[in-house]
């Protein structure tokens, strides 16, 4: 079992900048991929970044490319989201993700997800 609680979310102005970080407990976290996704109101739940067990292979979902920078510290079992030059339409609740591998966060499969945290970015 893994548990997976996000920290950092906020409001912010557009062209700022946050971290993201989650905490995930149990003796397996390095075992599993990590990610992030992210739902907006009215939306679907939709891929934002992923990175690896090792850390040595990320992916980035289009919108976020070049702003938003995903890493990982398995000695602190923690995931962080560095999110750069926000946007209005970054607005969303952020969820922290737990798959078995990478390749499988596209397609949503994920073995466990926290609670989200809501980042808003004001216009």
């Known amino acids: 079992q893994v548990q997976l609680v996000e920290s950092g979310g906020g409001l912010v102005q557009a062209g700022g900048s946050l971290r993201l970080s989650c905490a995930a407990s149990g003796r397996t976290f390095s075992n599993y991929a990590m990610g992030w996704f992210r739902q907006a109101p009215g939306k679907e739940r939709e891929f934002v970044a992923g990175i690896s067990w090792s850390g040595t292979s990320t992916d980035y979902g289009d919108p976020v490319k070049g702003r938003f920078t995903l890493s990982r510290d398995n000695a602190k079992n923690t995931v962080y989201l560095q999110m750069n030059s926000l946007k209005p339409e970054d607005t969303a609740v952020y969820y922290c993700?737990?798959?078995?591998?990478?390749?499988?966060?596209?397609?949503?499969?994920?073995?466990?997800w926290g609670q989200g945290t809501q980042v808003t970015v004001s216009s």
């Open positions: 993700a737990a798959s078995a591998r990478l390749v499988n966060m596209r397609g949503h499969l994920v073995n466990y």
